[in-house]
């Protein structure tokens, strides 16, 4: 087990040739967002750029994309179609703003090209996870929660083959919960997390996928991530103060960090952060390792400036980059 040092994170920063362009840097796509939780797609993909990546591409329903255009030049978005009422027999259940599962073969193309792809940030698969569970079979279109659960099982069926990183998080994370507790019927295909992905619970999504008490995985976070990133063939991080990272062989414990992050999306900049290292070429390991340590970082700089209220998960875009800089002069 070891924890995580300034020495560390320089050693594996990815390297900033000068003879580069911005695919040099990698390309992220980001399906993230809905109509309630647009400030989860701006964050992730801004978060991606602000360590190195040199192309996001922000996927999700048009509002969203014109929400985070309107906010900032710097996102690629691409607007995918929504849902028509027609295609669902509950109409009630139906939100209009969500995504129509055949979206998937217009981020065909996309899938293929990025260098690395994170799902789930404020993607909205349902109201809740309690509604999940009242609709045990949400796939086979007899009755469709609100929410983007039908888009979400075809993309997880159409990258099931991919090697490229993917990052599962929040919403992504409760829906592939509902999926291994309530497997789908035998017609069709087992689901899993993809080769080389990792996954970024906080204690009760992790309660969630594993079907264990949250306080007994507070109790033992670094049995639990460990313990999951083996079962789940997946790389573990396990968000909350001490963040553990775990490929099932190595752990890693983060040191930084303090409660200006225990703030409503910070976790959606964490993710941002991790695929971005991910474009760069880093591999999900050390890129876990990179995007955690730099996160707690930002936050402690954040908040020597702001107090550790004040800080808002926003304002860690502004220090992301000194959290760098601060890694940077301390291999001088
Ligand atoms: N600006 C935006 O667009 C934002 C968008 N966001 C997006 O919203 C979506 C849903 O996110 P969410 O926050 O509504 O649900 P979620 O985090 O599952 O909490 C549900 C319950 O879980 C628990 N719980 C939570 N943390 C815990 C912990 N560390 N340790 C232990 N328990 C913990 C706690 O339950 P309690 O303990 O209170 O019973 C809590 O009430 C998601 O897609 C996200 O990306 C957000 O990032 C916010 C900003
Ligand atoms: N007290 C704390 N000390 C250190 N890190 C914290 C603390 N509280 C929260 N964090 C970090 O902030 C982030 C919160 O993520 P998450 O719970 O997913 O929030 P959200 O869904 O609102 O974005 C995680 O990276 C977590 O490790």
């Given at each position: 087990?070891?924890?995580?040092?300034?020495?560390?994170?320089?050693?594996?920063?990815?390297?900033?040739?000068?003879?580069?362009?911005?695919?040099?840097?990698?390309?992220?796509?980001?399906?993230?967002?809905?109509?309630?939780?647009?400030?989860?797609?701006?964050?992730?993909?801004?978060?991606?750029?602000?360590?190195?990546?040199?192309?996001?591409?922000?996927?999700?329903?048009?509002?969203?994309?014109?929400?985070?255009?309107?906010?900032?030049?710097?996102?690629?978005?691409?607007?995918l179609p929504p849902r028509q009422a027609q295609q669902a027999i509950d109409i009630k259940h139906i939100n209009t703003q969500s995504i129509a599962p055949q979206a998937v073969l217009q981020l065909r193309d996309k899938l293929a090209q990025a260098s690395v792809i994170s799902i789930g940030s404020g993607l909205s698969i349902s109201q809740s996870t309690d509604q999940l569970n009242r609709y045990p079979n949400p796939i086979n279109g007899l009755i469709v929660p609100d929410g983007n659960s039908e888009f979400f099982y075809a993309l997880l069926t159409e990258i099931q083959a991919n090697t490229h990183p993917v990052i599962f998080d929040a919403d992504a994370l409760n829906f592939m919960s509902h999926l291994l507790h309530h497997p789908t019927s035998t017609a069709q295909k087992p689901i899993s997390f993809t080769k080389n992905s990792i996954i970024t619970p906080h204690p009760k999504e992790l309660s969630r996928l594993l079907n264990v008490d949250v306080n007994m995985i507070q109790a033992q976070r670094v049995h639990f991530a460990s313990l999951a990133a083996k079962q789940l063939n997946t790389i573990v991080v396990l968000k909350g103060k001490h963040t553990v990272i775990s490929d099932g062989e190595h752990i890693f414990i983060n040191p930084t960090g303090n409660s200006a992050?225990?703030?409503?999306?910070?976790?959606?900049?964490?993710?941002?952060?991790?695929?971005?290292?991910?474009?760069?070429?880093?591999?999900?390991?050390?890129?876990?390792?990179?995007?955690?340590?730099?996160?707690?970082?930002?936050?402690?700089?954040?908040?020597?400036?702001?107090?550790?209220?004040?800080?808002?998960?926003?304002?860690?875009?502004?220090?992301?980059?000194?959290?760098?800089?601060?890694?940077?002069?301390?291999?001088?």
């Open positions: 087990m070891n924890t995580l040092t300034l020495e560390y994170i320089n050693s594996i920063l990815p390297p900033r040739p000068d003879d580069s362009h911005k695919m040099t840097f990698g390309q992220v796509l980001n399906i993230a967002g809905s109509i309630h939780y647009r400030g989860a797609a701006y964050l992730s993909s801004l978060s991606a750029l602000r360590v190195g990546a040199g192309y996001v591409t922000l996927a999700s329903s048009p509002s969203v994309c014109d929400s985070v255009s309107a906010q900032t030049p710097n996102v690629v978005t691409l607007p992050l225990a703030k409503a999306g910070t976790g959606d900049v964490l993710t941002g952060m991790i695929a971005g290292f991910c474009a760069q070429g880093v591999s999900p390991l050390n890129a876990a390792c990179l995007g955690v340590y730099l996160h707690g970082l930002a936050g402690e700089l954040a908040a020597n400036e702001l107090s550790q209220y004040g800080v808002l998960a926003s304002d860690l875009l502004e220090y992301i980059p000194k959290a760098i800089l601060r890694v940077l002069n301390a291999g001088h």
